[in-house]
């Protein structure tokens, strides 16, 4: 039977994009380190669509979990189709001020499982001659922001990997899809009601729900990359033609300054 297989599908993006694939009819694989949340939302899921959904508790910041996964979907006698890499977390700190767990944490989760789960389940996909893969990338993929210098370089990896990857894999029926949204309304996000609204309704934040529609969208199109939303592709403009220096007023913005103050 084939599955959907999505990592950090308990909440946020991935749970949108596990509830929109079960929509359309995909059985799907609740991955994430939640136990309680991914026997939850699975329950739910099936319950909604009349498809067959699975949790699958896995810290993906620990070694061999990709290993583990794979070994596990093996042993239940699942096939992948399509597998979304978007399990994630967001760091905001200089690199002096920040925990080096938490730095190994992020370069785990964004970097080394990501590329273990494609390099499994692609090399399947790959001799089958069909399949889905969706990488979520961000947009700070493509320039530095100041106090996200760890959870940038992770992206830019993501970027460079996933779109060499479409490369090695489109003569063999694969598509590859990197993602870069902006910012994104989830829990990851501590912002004041007052702020999120008014970062919404201008179009400087995007909803989950949006950015997964767009997202499979251009996966199912077969296309390399999707920046998601006008207000994102102004900003990957930005990104790309201003240089470096032109970022660094963004230090003196109160809301940075106060950041700073705290670190």
């Given at each position: 039977?084939?599955?959907?297989?999505?990592?950090?599908?308990s909440?946020g993006?991935?749970?949108?994009?596990?509830?929109?694939?079960?929509?359309?009819?995909?059985?799907?694989?609740?991955?994430?380190?939640?136990?309680?949340?991914?026997?939850?939302?699975?329950?739910?899921?099936?319950?909604?669509?009349?498809?067959?959904?699975l949790?699958?508790?896995?810290?993906?910041?620990?070694?061999?979990?990709?290993?583990?996964?794979?070994?596990w979907?093996?042993?239940?006698?699942?096939?992948?189709?399509?597998?979304?890499?978007?399990?994630g977390?967001?760091?905001?700190?200089?690199?002096?001020?920040?925990?080096?767990s938490?730095?190994?944490?992020?370069?785990?989760?964004?970097?080394?499982?990501?590329?273990?789960?494609?390099?499994?389940?692609?090399?399947?996909?790959?001799?089958r001659?069909?399949?889905?893969?969706?990488?979520?990338?961000?947009?700070?993929a493509?320039?530095?922001?100041?106090?996200?210098?760890?959870?940038?370089?992770?992206?830019?990896?993501?970027?460079?990997?996933?779109?060499?990857?479409?490369?090695?894999?489109?003569?063999?029926?694969?598509?590859?899809?990197?993602?870069?949204?902006?910012?994104?309304?989830?829990?990851?996000?501590?912002?004041?009601?007052?702020?999120?609204?008014?970062?919404?309704g201008?179009?400087?934040?995007?909803?989950?729900?949006?950015?997964?529609?767009?997202?499979?969208?251009a996966?199912?199109?077969?296309r390399?990359?999707?920046?998601?939303?006008?207000?994102?592709?102004?900003?990957?403009?930005?990104?790309?033609?201003?240089?470096?220096?032109?970022?660094?007023?963004?230090?003196?913005?109160?809301?940075?300054?106060?950041?700073?103050?705290?670190?």
């Amino acid at each position: 039977m084939d599955y959907a297989l999505i990592t950090g599908a308990s909440s946020g993006i991935g749970l949108e994009y596990a509830r929109q694939l079960a929509r359309g009819g995909h059985n799907v694989i609740i991955v994430s380190n939640r136990d309680e949340d991914n026997r939850r939302v699975a329950a739910e899921i099936a319950a909604e669509y009349s498809v067959s959904a699975l949790p699958l508790y896995a810290d993906l910041s620990q070694e061999g979990a990709a290993d583990r996964i794979y070994e596990w979907v093996t042993a239940q006698g699942l096939t992948v189709d399509i597998l979304i890499n978007n399990a994630g977390m967001l760091l905001f700190s200089t690199l002096e001020h920040t925990d080096p767990s938490r730095i190994d944490r992020i370069i785990a989760l964004h970097c080394t499982t990501p590329t273990h789960l494609c390099r499994l389940f692609g090399s399947d996909m790959k001799r089958r001659r069909s399949g889905r893969i969706l990488i979520m990338s961000s947009i700070t993929a493509w320039t530095p922001y100041p106090t996200m210098s760890h959870y940038g370089a992770t992206k830019v990896y993501l970027r460079n990997f996933g779109q060499s990857l479409w490369y090695e894999m489109r003569d063999y029926g694969v598509s590859v899809t990197t993602v870069f949204p902006s910012a994104v309304d989830t829990p990851l996000y501590d912002l004041d009601e007052k702020v999120r609204k008014r970062l919404l309704g201008v179009g400087l934040m995007m909803s989950a729900g949006e950015l997964a529609r767009r997202g499979l969208n251009a996966m199912f199109r077969g296309r390399r990359r999707c920046i998601p939303g006008f207000a994102t592709k102004l900003e990957y403009l930005a990104c790309s033609l201003l240089p470096a220096r032109a970022l660094l007023p963004l230090l003196h913005l109160p809301p940075v300054k106060r950041l700073l103050s705290r670190l």
